[in-house]
Nanobody
Framework: QVQLRESGGGSVQAGGSLRLSCTASEITARLNCMGWFRQAPGKGREAVASLCTRTRGFDAYHADSTKGRFTISRDNANATNTVYLQMNTLKSEDTATYYC????????????????WGQGTQVTVSS
């Protein structure tokens, strides 16, 4: 059973930055696609970004709501067990619990298409 562990959440003022990390308990081809979702109180889970390792390079996807402010990345070209989410110019509406997801079969933005989930890390942005 693959375990995902998120870290890096916290409280920050609007306009600030945070970097989230997600480390998987093993390296396996099943984790070639790892992504981030978030859920604000009273709202559904929302796709933030996803990164898929390909034979040559990788494909990165970002939600329109965070494009230009958030960037998903991995630690190097060969490792597939850690992904990061760099969040810049944070806004109060970014406040949510952020979840790491892995083992994608389907659409990157659909939370039902991921098999493994982390416990989540809280991000609070104050205005």
């Amino acid at each position: 059973q693959v375990q995902l562990r998120e870290s890096g959440g916290g409280s920050v003022q609007a306009g600030g930055s945070l970097r989230l990390s997600c480390t998987a308990s093993e390296i396996t081809a099943r984790l070639n696609c790892m992504g981030w979702f978030r859920q604000a109180p009273g709202k559904g889970r929302e796709a933030v970004a996803s990164l898929c390792t390909r034979t040559r390079g990788f494909d990165a996807y970002h939600a329109d709501s965070t494009k230009g402010r958030f960037t998903i990345s991995r630690d190097n070209a060969n490792a597939t067990n850690t992904v990061y989410l760099q969040m810049n110019t944070l806004k109060s509406e970014d406040t949510a619990t952020y979840y790491c997801a892995a083992d994608l079969l389907g659409d990157w933005y659909n939370d039902k298409h991921y098999h493994y989930w982390g416990q989540g890390t809280q991000v609070t942005v104050s205005s």
